[in-house]
Nanobody, 126 residues
């Protein structure tokens, strides 16, 4: 089992920045892929960014150039640096983890991820 706990959400003005963090505990060696998803009210849960243990990443087109995913293996942390935030970035952001076999880039589908955090709210509004 792997436990994920997100932090860092909040209210920010358009154009501002936030950094989300995900603390990973448990059987961390059982996962090689981690990602951030988001879900706005009435919408499906979509991939924001994902990263494999080897460093390969995948980003949603809507966040490319603005968001950066990273991991600190020594601290067992996953991060999402979000810059130039827009109102349409408002959502609950979830940390996810899984083991993905025979991949060179992380798969984007939510069902590929076995473990999920409880989510953290990000609101972009003036």
């Amino acid at each position: 089992q792997v436990q994920l706990v997100e932090s860092g959400g909040g209210l920010v003005q358009p154009g501002g920045s936030l950094r989300l963090a995900c603390a990973v505990s448990g059987n961390i060696f059982s996962v090689n892929a981690m990602g951030w998803y988001r879900q706005a009210p009435g919408k499906q849960r979509d991939l924001v960014a994902a990263i494999l243990s080897g460093g390969s990443t995948r980003y949603a087109d809507s966040v490319k150039g603005r968001f950066t995913i990273s991991r600190d293996s020594a601290k067992n942390r996953l991060y999402l640096q979000m810059n130039s935030l827009k109102p349409e970035d408002t959502a609950v952001y979830y940390c996810a983890a899984s083991f993905m076999e025979s991949v060179t880039t992380p798969r984007p589908e939510a069902y590929e991820y076995s473990y999920w955090g409880q989510g953290t709210q990000v609101t972009v509004s003036s």
